[in-house]
Nanobody, 121 residues
Framework: QVQLVESGGGLVQAGGSLRLSCAAS????????MGWYRQAPGKQRELVAA???????NYADSVKGRFTISRDNAKNTVYLQMNSLKPEDTAVYYC???????????????WGQGTQVTVSS
């Protein structure tokens, strides 16, 4: 079984910073892309940032210059450093990973349970 466990959400004032972490555990052979998505009330889930196994990154226009995604392949962990937070960043943030299982060598998509980020004005 593979599991993604997120941490680091919370309440912060506008202009503040938070760092999210997501650790993958279980029967893992390798991890391809990892990413962060978010979903605000009444809105669809959207991609925030993604990073390949080689370190190439992709960001939503709304967070470019403020958020930084990184990963530690040795720890199977992805991070999202969020700076200059705005009230519109308020959402539940979900970790996503494309994982090749150690048993059946097949790529499957996994999601974390979500962590709430609330930015007050």
């Amino acid at each position: 079984q593979v599991q993604l466990v997120e941490s680091g959400g919370g309440l912060v004032q506008a202009g503040g910073s938070l760092r999210l972490s997501c650790a993958a555990s279980g029967s893992i052979f390798s991890i391809n892309a990892m990413g962060w998505y978010r979903q605000a009330p009444g809105k669809q889930r959207e991609l925030v940032a993604a990073i390949t196994s080689g370190g190439s990154t992709n960001y939503a226009d709304s967070v470019k210059g403020r958020f930084t995604i990184s990963r530690d392949n040795a720890k199977n962990t992805v991070y999202l450093q969020m700076n200059s937070l705005k009230p519109e960043d308020t959402a539940v943030y979900y970790c996503n990973a494309e994982i090749v299982g150690a048993g059946i060598r097949r790529v499957d998509d996994y999601w974390g349970q979500g962590t709430q980020v609330t930015v007050s004005s």
